[in-house]
């Protein structure tokens, strides 16, 4: 079935460091991509998401590229600040388990430091 | 525009007490899902509806896990009874049939705590 791997957390940068959080899936067929956010406090909430090989999903200064060759999907920003901390989730829909069911990879917690 | 709103967002029980979580989802989505997420884990799926009608209960544990979702707007998610590896966080989400997306909206979740 689909499925998501990310890199484990936490991730512990200073200010205006560059960050990426590596994501890779498994999947049949052509599935949509997602990076969500959960804030401390807050509901999980889409940052981007790109739907066919070789888009580019951004928001925020966060971008990620979706490589069907290297099945990956990861996530960076050039410059993170202290209130980008937070737990970062790839997801994937679509393949072999349909558009309506997100499947989550574990989370990678990001700690932003002044 | 309100957001999903979920209750209540802390309940501690006693194992082999009764649970219930509820969920308001936003204003016209016709899809909510519940999902389960343990502590340092992704959200796993435990059931989807669309309108009234729950479309995929598949990792939904039926033994002790019931919801229901009355008129096709409010969800309630019941545990009976409860056993210490229930504690975990449920969320409720919601989005809009046939936007095949991917976004979903997410309340806070209800964090549960089973002694």
């Known amino acids: 079935g689909n499925s998501v791997t990310q890199m484990e957390g936490p991730v512990t940068l200073s200010e205006e460091a560059f960050l990426t959080i590596n994501c890779t899936y498994t999947a049949t067929g052509y599935p949509s991509l997602f990076w969500y956010v959960q804030y401390p406090g807050e509901g999980l909430q889409l940052l981007l998401k790109a739907t066919k090989a070789d888009d580019k999903g951004s928001n925020k200064g966060f971008e990620a590229t979706y490589r069907k060759e290297t099945t990956s999907f990861h996530l960076e920003k050039g410059s993170v600040q202290v209130s980008d901390s937070a737990v970062y989730f790839c997801a994937l829909s679509g393949g072999n388990t349909g558009f309506q069911k997100l499947v989550f990879g574990t989370g990678t917690r990001l700690l932003v430091s002044p | 525009e309100a957001g999903v709103v979920q209750s209540p967002r802390y309940k501690i029980i006693e194992k082999k007490q009764p649970v219930a979580f509820w969920c308001n989802p936003i204003?016209?989505?016709?899809?909510l899902y519940w999902y389960l997420q343990n502590l340092g884990q992704g959200p796993e799926l435990l059931i989807r509806y669309e309108n009234e009608e729950a479309v995929d209960d598949s990792q939904l544990p039926k033994d002790r896990f019931s919801a229901e979702r009355l008129k096709g707007v409010d969800s309630t998610l019941k545990i009976q009874p409860a056993e210490l590896g229930d504690s975990a966080v449920y969320l409720c989400?919601?989005?809009?049939?046939?936007?095949?997306?991917?976004?979903?909206?997410f309340g806070e979740g209800s964090r549960l705590t089973v002694l």
């Open positions: 204003s016209g989505h016709n899809t």
């Open positions: 989400a919601s989005s809009l049939v046939g936007a095949n997306t991917g976004e979903l909206f």
